[in-house]
């Protein structure tokens, strides 16, 4: 049976993958971020999480995408 995230486990994936995104240099790097951006919002998606947090990960994977190209 999957186990339903919790709270605690959603905060923490969404500040890891927080982390993992401001930490790319390079676009193929960003890549992999943008997975995980995709696997939060399929992972999350079951519990309802408040849509401010997939908007603050594209927000910020976008801004760092932008950083890479300078």
Do not use: D, W
């Not at 709270?7 to 995104?21: G, H, P, R």
């Not at 790319?24 to 992999?32: A, P, S």
């Not at 971020?33 to 947090?53: C, D, H, Q, T």
Request: glycine share 2%; aromatic share 8%.
């Amino acid at each position: 049976m999957p186990q339903i995230p919790t709270t605690q486990s959603l905060e923490n994936s969404f500040n890891k993958t927080i982390s993992v995104i401001e930490s790319c240099k390079t676009i193929i790097q960003l890549e992999g971020a943008s997975r995980m951006v995709k696997n939060f919002k399929i992972m999350y998606k079951e519990v309802g999480y408040p849509k401010v947090l997939l908007y603050t990960l594209e927000n910020v994977l976008q801004k760092q995408h932008i950083k890479c190209q300078l």
